[in-house]
C-alpha cells in the first residue's frame, strides 16, 4: 500500500509527472495522436470495425490485420485502452495496430462501457465477455494464440483477465492466452478511493480490494505457469505507478511466472503507449522476440 502521507490526487494524475508537456496539453497531445495514428492504421491495413459482442454501443471490437496475412493461424494481439475506466475507447486505439499487423498478428482492440454509465463490477464482465467473443474468434482462425496488453487502468484489466477461467463454457480455452504485456498499470486500486478517480467510479476501499489483481496474485500465478507476462513503466510515470508495477513483477516472479520488467527511459505515461506504433521501439521489439 501506498504512504498514508502521500498526496494520492498528485501522485496517481499522471499527466502532472510528464517531462514534455503540462498536464492539459500531454493529454490533449495523447488524444491526437491516438486519432491521427489510428486513422492511418484504418488507411493502410484490413480492418473489420463495430463488431459487437454485448448489447449496449460501447461493447464492441475493431479487427485489424495486413492485408497480406493469413488470417488463419495469425496470433491474436488483444488491446484494452486506458483512461482511468472512464474515458477513450476502442475506436482510437488502432495506432498501434501497424507493425504488429506487418509481423503477421491480427489486432483486436476491445470497447467497453465507461464509469459512471457502467460499475467496475460491470466493466470487468463485459471485458471478459468480449475476450471470450476472441476466444471464438482465435478457434475460428485457428490462431496460434492469443495475447493480452493493455495501458494503465486497459493494463488492469488485462490483469484482471489472467485469473478469468470462463467456467461458463469449456469451448474457451483459458490455455490459448500465451501472454500478456501490462504497461504503466495499476494493479492495488485502493489508494484511489480518496481521489477524483473514485467520483464516478465510486469503490469501496472493501471494493477496490476486490477489483484489485494485487488481491489475486496466486490465482494469476496459477493460471499463468505457461505464459510470459511482460510489466513496463515508464520513466516519467508516477512514482506509485513505478512502485506498483514493480511489487507486481516480483510478486508474480516469486510465484513463478516467467515474467520480464522493463523500465523505459525518456518516456511517461503517455508516450510509453504512443512509441508502439514505431517498429524499432523497445516493447514492439519486445513483443516481436516473444510471441512471434
Same mark, same amino acid.
Given at each position: 500500500?501506498?504512504?498514508? #502521507?502521500?498526496?494520492?490526487?498528485?501522485?496517481?494524475? %499522471?499527466?502532472?509527472?510528464?517531462?514534455?508537456?503540462?498536464?492539459?496539453?500531454?493529454?490533449?497531445?495523447?488524444?491526437?495522436?491516438?486519432?491521427?495514428?489510428?486513422?492511418?492504421?484504418?488507411?493502410?491495413?484490413?480492418?473489420?470495425?463495430?463488431?459487437?459482442?454485448?448489447?449496449?454501443?460501447?461493447?464492441?471490437?475493431?479487427?485489424? &490485420?495486413?492485408?497480406?496475412?493469413?488470417?488463419?493461424? *495469425?496470433?491474436?494481439?488483444?488491446?484494452?485502452? #486506458?483512461?482511468?475506466?472512464?474515458?477513450?475507447?476502442?475506436?482510437?486505439?488502432?495506432?498501434?495496430?501497424?507493425?504488429? +499487423?506487418?509481423? #503477421? +498478428?491480427?489486432?483486436?482492440?476491445?470497447?467497453?462501457?465507461?464509469?459512471?454509465?457502467?460499475?467496475?463490477?460491470?466493466?470487468?464482465?463485459?471485458?471478459?465477455?468480449?475476450?471470450?467473443?476472441?476466444?471464438?474468434?482465435?478457434?475460428?482462425?485457428?490462431?496460434?494464440?492469443?495475447?493480452?496488453?493493455?495501458?494503465?487502468?486497459?493494463?488492469?484489466?488485462?490483469?484482471?483477465?489472467?485469473?478469468?477461467?470462463?467456467?461458463?463454457?469449456? +469451448?474457451?480455452?483459458?490455455?490459448?492466452?500465451?501472454?500478456? $504485456?501490462?504497461?504503466?498499470? &495499476?494493479?492495488?486500486?485502493?489508494?484511489? $478511493?480518496?481521489?477524483?478517480?473514485?467520483?464516478?467510479?465510486?469503490?469501496?476501499?472493501?471494493?477496490?480490494?476486490?477489483?484489485? %489483481?494485487?488481491?489475486?496474485?496466486?490465482?494469476?500465478?496459477?493460471?499463468?505457469?505457461?505464459?510470459? $507476462?511482460?510489466?513496463?513503466? +515508464?520513466?516519467?510515470?508516477?512514482?506509485?505507478?513505478?512502485?506498483?508495477? #514493480?511489487?507486481?513483477?516480483?510478486?508474480?516472479?516469486?510465484?513463478?511466472?516467467?515474467?520480464?520488467?522493463?523500465?523505459? %527511459?525518456?518516456?511517461?505515461?503517455?508516450?510509453?503507449?504512443?512509441?508502439?506504433?514505431?517498429?524499432?521501439?523497445?516493447?514492439?521489439? $519486445?513483443?516481436? *522476440? *516473444?510471441?512471434?
Amino acid at each position: 500500500m501506498a504512504d498514508k #502521507g502521500l498526496d494520492l490526487e498528485y501522485h496517481y494524475s %499522471p499527466s502532472r509527472w510528464s517531462h514534455r508537456y503540462s498536464p492539459d496539453d500531454v493529454i490533449d497531445a495523447h488524444i491526437k495522436f491516438m486519432e491521427d495514428h489510428t486513422k492511418t492504421a484504418k488507411w493502410c491495413l484490413e480492418v473489420e470495425t463495430d463488431i459487437c459482442y454485448g448489447k449496449t454501443q460501447n461493447q464492441k471490437i475493431d479487427v485489424y &490485420i495486413d492485408k497480406k496475412t493469413n488470417k488463419k493461424g *495469425s496470433p491474436i494481439f488483444a488491446y484494452l485502452h #486506458g483512461g482511468y475506466w472512464q474515458a477513450l475507447s476502442r475506436e482510437d486505439s488502432g495506432f498501434l495496430a501497424p507493425p504488429l +499487423a506487418q509481423a #503477421g +498478428a491480427t489486432i483486436v482492440t476491445i470497447g467497453h462501457d465507461l464509469a459512471p454509465t457502467a460499475s467496475m463490477d460491470e466493466i470487468v464482465l463485459q471485458v471478459k465477455r468480449a475476450l471470450a467473443f476472441i476466444f471464438k474468434l482465435a478457434k475460428e482462425r485457428q490462431s496460434s494464440g492469443i495475447y493480452l496488453c493493455g495501458h494503465s487502468a486497459g493494463a488492469h484489466l488485462a490483469a484482471m483477465m489472467l485469473m478469468s477461467e470462463f467456467e461458463e463454457d469449456d +469451448a474457451f480455452d483459458c490455455e490459448l492466452i500465451k501472454g500478456a $504485456v501490462l504497461i504503466s498499470g &495499476i494493479y492495488d486500486l485502493r489508494p484511489l $478511493v480518496t481521489t477524483y478517480v473514485n467520483e464516478p467510479l465510486k469503490l469501496t476501499r472493501e471494493d477496490a480490494w476486490r477489483f484489485s %489483481p494485487s488481491n489475486f496474485i496466486n490465482e494469476i500465478a496459477r493460471m499463468s505457469q505457461s505464459r510470459e $507476462v511482460i510489466l513496463a513503466v +515508464a520513466e516519467y510515470d508516477p512514482p506509485e505507478y513505478r512502485r506498483q508495477t #514493480g511489487e507486481m513483477e516480483k510478486s508474480l516472479r516469486d510465484k513463478g511466472v516467467k515474467t520480464k520488467y522493463y523500465d523505459i %527511459p525518456d518516456t511517461d505515461h503517455f508516450n510509453i503507449v504512443e512509441k508502439l506504433h514505431n517498429a524499432n521501439y523497445t516493447l514492439t521489439q $519486445v513483443k516481436y *522476440s *516473444s510471441y512471434y
